[in-house]
């Protein structure tokens, strides 16, 4: 009889690898809009950080074991190909200034279903895990169709040598 290996590693339990237990409160962060979104009103990275700043030191105060931050203020969402450089780039410095200030384990997602550049943003902020929406389905959303990017997503991850960067996906089940 052979033994069969399964199809994917196991890869332990993201909760508890990342935040040390088996439940945890996770504060999103919701970024004022960054430039390049419509309601972008300048102010420069400055501004935008110490809202973010502030809301970091309000959720943990109240007993959050973590954060996300995400681009909220750049509604309408952009699909992930129509996303600019200079929505990572901005989320990598706000959220590494995060990380940094208040030690605790940080998440990232872009909006909408953006998984590659979140991807970005968390290497560079050396988050601990990135959200996405939908990883490996689709489904129409206020944005339009939204497909999953798992497969385009975890090749971007091995080429970022990022592998020990965790992927939260919502689940999505259909009645019958």
Not at 30 to 57: C, F, K, N, Q, S
Not at 67 to 81: A, Q, R, T
Not at 146 to 169: M, S
Request: hydrophobic share 45%; proline share 5%.
């Amino acid at each position: 009889m052979t033994e069969t290996k399964p199809v994917a590693e196991n890869r332990g339990h993201a909760i508890r690898d990342i935040f040390g237990r088996t439940k945890a409160v996770i504060g999103v962060i919701h970024l004022l809009a960054l430039p390049g979104a419509p309601h972008y009103r300048g102010g420069g990275v400055e501004a935008i950080t110490d809202r973010a700043m502030a809301d970091a030191e309000a959720y943990l105060a109240g007993g959050c074991d973590g954060l996300i931050v995400e681009n909220h203020g750049d509604i309408p969402f952009s699909k992930p190909d129509d996303i600019g450089p200079e929505t990572a780039s901005h989320m990598a410095v706000i959220a590494d200034r995060i990380r940094r200030e208040f030690g605790k384990p940080i998440g990232i997602n872009v909006l909408a279903n953006a998984a590659i550049p979140a991807f970005a943003v968390a290497s560079a902020a050396q988050a601990a895990f990135v959200r996405v929406n939908q990883w490996a389905n689709a489904y129409v959303a206020n944005e339009g169709l939204v497909e999953g990017e798992a497969a385009r997503a975890l090749r971007y991850r091995a080429q970022l040598r990022a592998d020990g960067i965790r992927v939260f996906a919502d689940a999505h089940h259909r009645r019958l």
